[in-house]
T-cell receptor, first 116, second 114 residues
Framework: EAQVTQNPRYLITVTGKKLTVTCSQN?????MSWYRQDPGLGLRQIYYSMNVEVTDKGDVPEGYKVSRKEKRNFPLILESPSPNQTSLYFC???????????????FGPGTRLLVL | AQSVAQPEDQVNVAEGNPLTVKCTYSVSGNPYLFWYVQYPNRGLQFLLKYITGDNLVKGSYGFEAEFNKSQTSFHLKKPSALVSDSALYFC????????????FGTGTRLKVLA
């Protein structure tokens, strides 16, 4: 089954304790993104990647890191989490065929993070 | 800078009535426009998109949207609402002249009343 998986689905942590949220897709997609969803703010793009070793900032990259060493994986790293990073996080992927079917993003189920 | 506005936090409609969820956008060039839906405790699902061509776009579950360049709008519509359409709807835009940056609206909660 074609899917985007994220782990963990729920995470409670404390301020300053480094964490990684994993994202993996099995559709051989080139493009991947991370978003955070907050009430009243909608979804905001954190980082995106257009291919292996190619990443760029979205609208809210501060406090986050990403890496894309393999095509299928795009982990999100919070090196020193703070309470304002408490949010619902989504990973998404697309084939990136500009202007065609590849523009459709497939979203993971989400990771709910609470930073105390 | 790109932006998307969904002016209504919530839209209530009776089952069987037509529904409209509004979206306006601002981009520097020509846009790619999207609608996604989020059911409770789920990820987002693609509904439809406008890339080029016909201004009326048909999508999943009987939804459609009309691209209006002069009004910079991309309103989501359905002729007859179902209770199962109740969900959170997001409009999104990508500037085709730009990068892979996506801008999402703040979302509109649709409530279809039986």
């Amino acid at each position: 089954e074609a899917q985007v998986t994220q782990n963990p689905r729920y995470l409670i942590t404390v301020t300053g304790k480094k964490l990684t949220v994993t994202c993996s897709q099995n559709m051989n997609h080139e493009y991947m993104s991370w978003y955070r969803q907050d009430p009243g703010l909608g979804l905001r793009q954190i980082y995106y990647s257009m291919n292996v070793e190619v990443t760029d900032k979205g609208d809210v990259p501060e406090g986050y890191k990403v890496s894309r060493k393999e095509k299928r994986n795009f982990p999100l790293i919070l090196e020193s989490p703070s309470p304002n990073q408490t949010s619902l996080y989504f990973c998404a992927s697309s084939s990136g065929l500009a202007g065609g079917p590849g523009e459709t993003q497939y979203f993971g189920p989400g990771t709910r993070l609470l930073v105390l | 800078a790109q932006s998307v506005a969904q002016p209504e936090d919530q839209v209530n409609v009776a089952e069987g009535n037509p529904l409209t969820v509004k979206c306006t956008y601002s981009v520097s060039g020509n846009p790619y426009l999207f609608w996604y839906v989020q059911y409770p405790n789920r990820g987002l699902q693609f509904l439809l998109k406008y890339i080029t061509g016909d201004n009326l776009v048909k999508g999943s579950y009987g939804f459609e949207a009309e691209f209006n360049k002069s009004q910079t709008s991309f309103h989501l519509k359905k002729p007859s609402a179902l209770v199962s359409d109740s969900a959170l709807y997001f409009c999104a835009v990508r500037d085709i002249l730009g990068t892979y940056k996506y801008i999402f609206g703040t979302g509109t909660r649709l409530k279809v009343l039986a």
